[in-house]
């Protein structure tokens, strides 16, 4: 027999009604008692999920890195996503953004969430942090074991645009991409590599670059695409970025230096952000439904018998001009 509420009572020497309360996040405790209840909650191995509660509030949670959504977009798609979800059901949602130095666990009891989404990058002490708030929990564009998720099968969009590089043959292509503690650009870098194998062509490690941390994206991307161009041996005759505003960075450097892109260099992003349309040459991408996965985040969430905890969005590619070279 599992652990019950009875149990937990016990363990923290409080009333049956005060671990519903602490476990339901409702009005009416302590902080101090709050955090005993799920504390001991947390050590008997009881499951929140038994308490069936009904989700009013869900917080939807953001690194401080990701929310200038004028430069990077991505994310105020997904939150959109989030919204329409959660106004279907009757869900309240509220947007917190918090860095690696800041109390998440404080801010956290300000929004009262009974149920928390977490998108993109968060440090694994924030993410275990909020594991131990024995909250309902989603993780959207992020992944840990254990954990509901909601991805993009970005390793396939990697394939998808080496692919349709190899096939304008291409064959020394670069990429550049961020930190791999992000679990998207990990599994992008891991796709780009394994087309080489699937290609039957040697990987040179040397075409493969990471930003310098601690730079604005669009500045990291650009120095990335300098010491492409620098480096000794024949140059890089195509470059798949992370995402597309590091791939724009890298065509306006390569354009700066007079190279005609896709002449002389094809370049190709991921996101499908409006901007890669509207460029010169337009982009080609992997476009991802955006407002999907945050809104697929959202029903796996509130699914109380989910057939898979793990779920893979599919991605498309668009090829524009950037890599394509019109024929005479």
């Given at each position: 027999?599992?652990?019950?509420?009875?149990?937990?009572?016990?363990?923290?020497?409080?009333?049956?009604?005060?671990?519903?309360?602490?476990?339901?996040?409702?009005?009416?405790?302590?902080?101090?008692?709050?955090?005993?209840?799920?504390?001991?909650?947390?050590?008997?191995?009881?499951?929140?999920?038994?308490?069936?509660?009904?989700?009013?509030?869900?917080?939807?949670?953001?690194?401080?890195?990701?929310?200038?959504?004028?430069?990077?977009?991505?994310?105020?798609?997904?939150?959109?996503?989030?919204?329409?979800?959660?106004?279907?059901?009757?869900?309240?949602?509220?947007?917190?953004?918090?860095?690696?130095?800041?109390?998440?666990?404080?801010?956290?009891?300000?929004?009262?969430?009974?149920?928390?989404?977490?998108?993109?990058?968060?440090?694994?002490?924030?993410?275990?942090?909020?594991?131990?708030?024995?909250?309902?929990?989603?993780?959207?564009?992020?992944?840990?074991?254990?954990?509901?998720?909601?991805?993009?099968?970005?390793?396939?969009?990697?394939?998808?645009?080496?692919?349709?590089?190899?096939?304008?043959?291409?064959?020394?292509?670069?990429?550049?991409?961020?930190?791999?503690?992000?679990?998207?650009?990990?599994?992008?870098?891991?796709?780009y590599r394994r087309a080489f194998?699937?290609?039957?062509?040697?990987?040179?490690?040397?075409l493969e670059v990471a930003m310098?941390?601690?730079?604005?994206?669009?500045?990291?991307?650009?120095?990335?695409?300098?010491?492409?161009?620098?480096?000794?041996?024949?140059?890089?005759?195509?470059?798949?970025?992370?995402?597309?505003?590091?791939?724009?960075?890298?065509?306006?450097?390569?354009?700066?230096?007079?190279?005609?892109?896709?002449?002389?260099?094809?370049?190709?992003?991921?996101?499908?952000?409006?901007?890669?349309?509207?460029?010169?040459?337009?982009?080609?991408?992997?476009?991802?439904?955006?407002?999907?996965?945050?809104?697929?985040?959202?029903?796996?969430?509130?699914?109380?018998?989910?057939?898979?905890?793990?779920?893979?969005?599919?991605?498309?590619?668009?090829?524009?001009?950037?890599?394509?070279?019109k024929k005479p």
């Open positions: 027999m599992g652990t019950t509420i009875r149990d937990i009572a016990r363990a923290a020497s409080v009333s049956i009604g005060t671990v519903s309360r602490a476990l339901k996040n409702q009005p009416g405790l302590s902080d101090a008692t709050r955090l005993r209840v799920v504390e001991a909650a947390r050590q008997l191995g009881y499951d929140a999920a038994q308490l069936r509660m009904r989700i009013r509030r869900l917080t939807f949670l953001l690194h401080r890195q990701h929310n200038n959504f004028t430069v990077s977009p991505f994310f105020s798609h997904v939150l959109h996503g989030v919204e329409d979800a959660c106004r279907e059901r009757g869900i309240v949602p509220s947007l917190l953004t918090a860095g690696p130095t800041e109390d998440v666990i404080q801010q956290m009891r300000v929004h009262s969430p009974d149920a928390v989404a977490i998108a993109g990058f968060v440090e694994p002490e924030t993410l275990a942090t909020l594991v131990k708030m024995q909250r309902p929990l989603v993780l959207i564009d992020l992944w840990a074991p254990g954990l509901r998720s909601v991805n993009l099968d970005n390793a396939e969009g990697a394939a998808l645009a080496m692919r349709h590089l190899f096939a304008q043959n291409r064959k020394r292509i670069a990429f550049i991409g961020g930190s791999l503690a992000h679990f998207s650009i990990a599994q992008r870098a891991l796709g194998f699937e290609a039957g062509l040697l990987f040179d490690p040397s310098d941390a601690g730079l604005d994206p669009d500045t990291g991307a650009a120095q990335a695409m300098e010491r492409l161009l620098e480096a000794r041996g024949p140059r890089v005759d195509a470059v798949f970025a992370y995402n597309d505003a590091a791939a724009l960075a890298a065509m306006r450097v390569c354009q700066a230096r007079g190279l005609r892109v896709p002449e002389d260099i094809a370049i190709i992003g991921f996101d499908d952000i409006p901007a890669a349309a509207h460029a010169t040459p337009p982009l080609s991408t992997i476009a991802v439904d955006k407002e999907a996965l945050g809104r697929r985040g959202v029903e796996l969430l509130l699914d109380a018998a989910p057939a898979e905890t793990e779920v893979r969005l599919p991605v498309q590619l668009i090829a524009r001009a950037s890599t394509s070279v």
